[in-house]
């Protein structure tokens, strides 16, 4: 069975049994409030964080199962916000990523160096490789720390809320380079906090009090009574090119 | 200055400077004292051209220990502040160079009193591996105290609070051990103030030992260090065992920590200081600032100690004095920049 799969996923903290899948080349978008157990389900698919109950497989074996450089080979998880080292330069950065290549003691080879110099490419994180990571904004950041993700080119990328801190061209930018990774057989799992972004992703998933609410493609799970049972009354649902547009009625 | 340096000439650079300063270190740390002796004299002696005691007996294992224990305590300094990601982690503020002290000073008690054992220094003479061992189990008590009172390593404010409140009792406990024995109050005082007055052959030879021991996972594990200041987390994500590799780091810098307490008593802010002078010049790549921190470790202490030595000649001040007075301004600075930022 190809894929990411988290089944009948029980605790820790909110989780009250989830299923979620995410296949080679689809984008996975996870909506849903604040403390609904969006990121905590993350870090189970993980491998970071072991469920009460459920299982999370990958490719058809349990996770566990898996040595934990072949995890990083395969999975590449991206918190949000969280502890980065200022004092290195960016490139340094971005090559921490193929760690779970190298071990720890591997030197690095050409196609170390040619996946970097591709992760710094897509992220548009290039101009910036030779300055420290703690000059940088946050958006700037953000592509770093998502290029070193992306360095280890990983099957299944799990990025918490990675469109924070971003100005909306990077934004946009960053969902366009999700589309482009899963063309090309990746698979994607992440945490949006605006639903739509949500609407860009070939299926949503949105997650309520430790529960799936819905799951499917955007069209028809973003609509005007879902949301507004996530997010309150005022919020509207307008359809523009075929996409759901969601706003707040003021 | 030298940001616009091509990044690899830039590091050669600082490796090649570090490595004269530790060159003329050595030489004036054996060639000045309350006797100087000229250059000349001690390249020949040190060259065993000719023979003289004072640099062969007295200066030179002093230097060379001294060096070692820089050397320990600007390794130990690095890798703790890479562990904890905390820039002020440092075996003096984390409390484990005074539960180190506070082992040592206490097997002395232990073996039939202070007074013998300090008299002659003869713990350090005789004993120096039992010394480290038991101030290896201090400095590691010590630390991970440190860490349950500050609830883990992740908030700077607690982490320096917890290990400035567990040094002080350990240094409280130790004070209590050497009054019971007003005779050598002088002697036990002198070390655990941090001196290198006690530095023989054998304890050159013990450090030599531990440095072999814990320097070698140090520095190879330097690539974890780096891995590790992207978050626990993500380190593990990425698959590195992280459990048994803190654990490793742990034991390999408190193993440091202890062998330059055990021989030299308590060295305060050397393994604090080091480490942020090179990683203004290296960047924060631990596979760099390791063996740099090593090799800065070592001449600051040896310049430490010149300053010990030649300030109130023929008198000696403690180093541990010499390196608090120096350090203490220098943190006080950290501090205010850190403020000053957020």
Redesign the interface.
């Known amino acids: 069975m190809e894929g990411l799969e988290a089944k009948g996923i029980v605790g820790p903290y909110a989780l009250l049994g989830v299923d979620l899948a995410v296949r080679p080349g689809e984008w996975v978008a996870l909506l849903g409030p604040n403390g609904s157990g969006k990121s905590t389900l993350l870090r189970v698919m993980a491998g970071l964080l072991r469920p009460r109950a459920g299982g999370v497989f990958l490719e058809g074996k349990p996770l566990p199962a898996y040595g934990s450089y072949a995890r990083g080979r395969l999975l590449a998880y991206l918190p949000q916000g969280g502890p980065y080292p200022e004092g290195l330069l960016v490139e340094e950065v971005v090559r921490l990523g193929r760690l779970p290549h190298l071990g720890l003691w591997g030197r690095e080879g050409r196609e170390d160096g040619e996946v970097v110099e591709w992760a710094l490419e897509v992220t548009g994180a290039s101009r910036f490789r030779g300055r420290y990571l703690g000059s940088l904004s946050g958006g700037e950041r953000q592509r770093v720390l998502l290029a070193r993700a992306l360095a280890a080119r990983p099957r299944y990328l799990l990025l918490d809320e990675p469109t924070t801190f971003l100005d909306l061209e990077y934004q946009g930018g960053l969902l366009a380079l999700f589309q482009n990774l899963v063309a090309k057989g990746m698979g994607i799992l992440s945490i949006l906090h605006d639903p739509n972004q949500a609407a860009l992703a070939g299926r949503v998933a949105v997650l309520k009090g430790g529960r799936l609410l819905a799951e499917g493609r955007p069209e028809a799970v973003l609509t005007e009574t879902l949301l507004q049972n996530l997010y309150g009354p005022g919020v509207r649902v307008a359809h523009l090119m075929g996409r759901p547009h969601v706003y707040l009625d003021g | 200055m030298t940001r616009a340096l091509p ?1 690899a000439l830039r590091r050669s650079l600082v490796f090649f400077w570090l490595l004269l300063l530790l060159l003329l270190a050595l030489v004036l740390g054996v060639a000045m004292g309350a006797v100087s002796l000229p250059p000349g004299e001690v390249f020949q002696a040190l060259l065993g051209l000719t023979e003289n005691p004072i640099v062969t007996e007295m200066r030179l294992p002093r230097v060379l220990g001294g060096m070692l224990v820089g050397a320990a305590l600007g390794v130990a300094g690095a890798s703790f502040q890479g562990l904890f ?1 905390n820039p002020l982690a440092d075996p003096y503020l984390m409390g484990s160079a005074a539960g180190a002290a506070f082992a040592v000073t206490l097997l002395a008690s232990l073996l039939g009193g202070l007074a013998p054992a300090f008299a002659q220094h003869a713990i350090f003479q005789s004993l120096p591996l039992p010394a480290t061992l038991f101030g290896f189990l201090g400095a590691l008590s010590a630390t991970f105290l440190t860490l349950v009172l500050a609830g883990g390593a992740a908030r700077t404010g607690e982490l320096v609070l917890a290990g400035v409140v567990v040094g002080s009792v350990l240094t409280g406990a130790t004070t209590y051990l050497m009054m019971q024995d007003a005779d050598r109050v002088r002697a036990v005082f002198a070390y655990t103030l941090g001196n290198l007055a006690f530095m023989g052959w054998p304890s050159v030879k013990a450090m030599v030992l531990f440095f072999l021991l814990a320097l070698p996972p140090l520095l ?2 330097g ?2 260090l ?2 590790l ?3 626990e ?2 380190a ?6 992280l459990e048994g590799l803190k654990l490793l780091l742990l034991l390999a810098a408190s193993l440091l920590v202890a062998a330059a307490v055990a021989q030299a008593g308590i060295i305060g802010f050397v393994g604090l200081i080091t480490p942020h002078l090179l ?1 203004r010049l290296l ?3 631990y596979r760099l600032l390791l063996p740099a921190s090593a090799l800065g470790g070592a001449v600051l202490l040896t310049l430490a100690d010149l300053l010990a030595r030649t300030l109130t000649r023929p008198a000696e001040l403690p180093v541990g004095v010499v390196t608090t007075l120096l350090g203490g301004p220098f943190f006080l600075y950290l501090m205010w920049r850190r403020r000053g930022r957020a």
């Open positions: 990044l990601r190879l594990l690539r974890v780096n891995a200041q992207l978050g987390e993500v593990r994500s990425m698959g590195l065992p990683r960047d924060e790549d």
